[in-house]
C-alpha cells in the first residue's frame, strides 16, 4: 500500500478507534490507498474543486480527494464514532476538510456547493440509488454540480450505464440516459473491501448534460413508471394509465403500440413524455 501523506495506515486508524464497520449503516472500508487514489484521479482534476464526500468512515477516500488537491473536502458522516478520526484528518489537512455530522438522505447539497463542485463518494450501498437519482432529479436544470463519481453494486452500476436493448435497461438508465453521460471508470472486487461485501462493486462517472427546458423530470418519471411496470407487455397495454389517447400518442412519436419497454431509447421516452403533457394541454 502506498503511502500518500503522514498520517497512519488505515488499519491502524480502524483500531485506534474501534471503527468496525456496522452492517446496519450499510458501511464496506476500503483500506487499500492505491485503490483510493484511483477512485479520486477518476474524478479528474480537483483542483480549485469543492469535493463532497458521503460516509468518509475512516477516512481512506477522504485523504486521497485531499492529497490529490482538492481544495476543500465537504463530508457527510451520520457514524460519530468516525469523527476523532476524520478530525485527525482535517488537522493534518488545515483548513480544508468540513466534516458535517448529518444522515446524508436530508441534507441540502445544493447549499454546500462553492464554486466547481463535485461529488465523489463510496456510497452506503442502501441509500446509493435514493441519492442518485435525487441528485438527477432536482430543478431547475442544469445540474449545480460538475461531475459523480460514485461507488455502487455492480448489478446498480450495470442499471446506470444501460441502453435500449440491454438486459439491466430499465427506470433508472432512462434518467441517467436522459440527464447525465454515464460511465464504468473501475471494478473493484469483494476482497478489496473490509468487510467484503456479497458483490462485485463498481465506480460510476457521470457527467450532467444539458435537458429540454419543457419535459419536467416527473413527466418522464411517470412515463417510465407505467412502461417498465409492465416491460413484457407492448406498450399499448403499459402506457394505458396515462389517461391520454394512446394512438394520438404513438403516433406523434412514430410508434406503433406493439414495441416494449426495454426497445425504447432514451430520445423516445423524452418524446412521449412531452408528447403526453401536450396531448394532456389539448
Given at each position: 500500500m502506498s503511502q500518500i501523506d503522514e498520517l497512519p495506515p488505515l488499519r491502524e486508524v480502524i483500531a485506534e478507534h474501534g471503527l468496525w464497520a456496522k452492517k446496519e449503516l450499510g458501511q464496506n472500508f476500503l483500506l487499500d490507498l492505491n485503490l483510493t487514489a484511483r477512485i479520486a484521479r477518476s474524478a479528474g482534476e480537483l483542483a480549485d474543486v469543492t469535493v463532497i464526500e458521503i460516509g468518509p468512515g475512516p477516512g481512506g477516500l477522504t485523504r486521497a480527494l485531499l492529497a490529490a488537491g482538492a481544495k476543500r473536502v465537504v463530508a457527510i458522516e451520520r457514524d460519530e464514532r468516525t469523527l476523532p478520526a476524520l478530525a485527525q484528518i482535517a488537522e493534518a489537512y488545515p483548513g480544508r476538510l468540513e466534516v458535517i455530522s448529518a444522515d446524508a438522505l436530508e441534507i441540502d447539497y445544493r447549499g454546500l456547493a462553492d464554486g466547481r463542485t463535485k461529488i465523489v463518494a463510496n456510497l452506503p450501498y442502501n441509500i446509493a440509488t435514493p441519492l442518485l437519482t435525487g441528485w438527477l432529479s432536482q430543478e431547475p436544470w442544469p445540474a449545480w454540480f460538475e461531475s459523480l463519481t460514485l461507488m455502487f453494486q455492480r448489478e446498480v452500476a450495470e442499471r446506470i450505464v444501460a441502453r435500449a436493448g440491454d438486459d439491466a435497461y430499465g427506470r433508472l438508465g432512462v434518467l441517467c440516459g436522459w440527464?447525465?453521460?454515464?460511465?464504468?471508470?473501475?471494478?473493484?472486487?469483494?476482497?478489496?473491501?473490509?468487510?467484503?461485501?456479497?458483490?462485485?462493486?463498481?465506480?460510476?462517472?457521470?457527467?450532467?448534460?444539458?435537458?429540454?427546458?419543457?419535459?419536467?423530470?416527473?413527466?418522464?418519471?411517470?412515463?417510465?413508471?407505467?412502461a417498465f411496470g409492465q416491460r413484457r407487455k407492448m406498450i399499448r397495454q403499459s402506457l394505458k394509465g396515462l389517461g391520454v389517447p394512446l394512438e394520438?400518442?404513438?403516433?406523434?412519436?412514430?410508434?406503433?403500440?406493439?414495441e416494449r419497454a426495454e426497445t425504447l431509447s432514451v430520445a423516445t421516452y423524452v418524446e412521449l413524455a412531452r408528447a403526453t403533457a401536450r396531448l394532456r394541454s389539448a
Open positions: 440527464r447525465s453521460e454515464a460511465r464504468i471508470a473501475m471494478n473493484l472486487g469483494r476482497d478489496a473491501f473490509t468487510p467484503p461485501p456479497k458483490v462485485t462493486s463498481s465506480v460510476v462517472h457521470l457527467t450532467p448534460k444539458p435537458t429540454e427546458a419543457d419535459v419536467p423530470v416527473r413527466a418522464l418519471e411517470e412515463i417510465t413508471r407505467h394520438l400518442l404513438f403516433a406523434s412519436v412514430g410508434l406503433k403500440g406493439d
